[in-house]
């Protein structure tokens, strides 16, 4: 015949008298406290939650366009998803460039000649070993962050122009509406010290090439050009001061 043992268990949580002489004798730990759940509270509803523009603000573009239904009710909500919406696309278009791109001969036209026709495209015609377009490079990628609205690409003078002469390395195009609107053969184009900042200058002389996307006019473009090309001026004077008091 089996032997069977049974093991009584109490309520959880519960405790005897016996249980209680002992803990105070500190023969057993201190009772655990009782299991209590959580309160239980229901999902939020999601059409309950109230529409003003923070709500608004959490939409992505795409929710925008799907709760026009659902503000057209509301003239102040309506008008800020459209805001909001405009102000989505616009900063897309503002990150659509931001660097340098490299193109082919066989890109040339779809990327340059055929861009849109309020984005102004900057093209290096440049050779890899050539010291010269290397530092024009460096200052079209520093201007190519600063300036995303604008469109920046180079391009093996070659590539481009077949027997394009090594000589007239780098030179710098710029188009607008499929034209040509201006043109800089070689590094002295842009002064005796090649920088970010005055190729700005030069690039800016005659048309709003440059454009950060946010700055509202041409003509605020150009200010804070002309004010970062003298601030660089007036350090690199400092600069030249400094080590003339130095070595004395």
């Not at 059409?47 to 503000?71: A, F, G, N, Y």
């Not at 509301?74 to 278009?93: G, I, P, Q, S, T």
């Amino acid at each position: 015949m089996a032997d069977y043992h049974f093991v009584y268990k109490d309520v959880e949580g519960a405790s005897t008298q016996w249980d209680d002489i002992q803990r105070k004798l500190g023969n057993l730990p201190p009772k655990p406290p009782a299991f209590k759940p959580d309160p239980f509270e229901p999902a939020p509803d999601p059409d309950s939650v109230p529409k003003d523009k923070s709500w608004i603000d959490e939409k992505t573009e795409e929710e925008l366009e799907e709760i026009e239904d659902d503000v057209d009710d509301d003239r102040f909500l309506e008008e800020y998803r459209k805001k909001r919406l405009a102000e989505m696309r616009k900063a897309v278009k503002i990150s659509k460039y931001g660097s340098v791109m490299p193109i082919s001969g066989s890109d040339f036209v779809r990327e340059v000649s055929q861009a849109p026709q309020d984005v102004w495209v900057v093209v290096i015609l440049y050779k890899e070993g050539f010291p010269e377009c290397g530092l024009l490079l460096q200052c079209l990628e520093e201007l190519a962050v600063k300036y995303p609205a604008t469109k920046f690409v180079k391009i093996i003078s070659t590539d481009c122009i077949p027997n394009y002469p090594d000589r007239n390395l780098p030179t710098l195009l710029v188009y607008n509406n499929g034209a040509v609107k201006a043109n800089y053969v070689g590094l002295h184009s842009f002064g005796r010290r090649c920088t970010p900042e005055g190729v700005a200058l030069v690039l800016c002389q005659s048309d709003p090439v440059l454009n950060d996307g946010q700055s509202g006019s041409n003509a605020s473009v150009l200010e804070g050009v002309r004010k970062r090309f003298i601030e660089k001026v007036v350090t690199e004077h400092e600069d030249h001061d400094d080590d003339g008091s130095s070595s004395d």
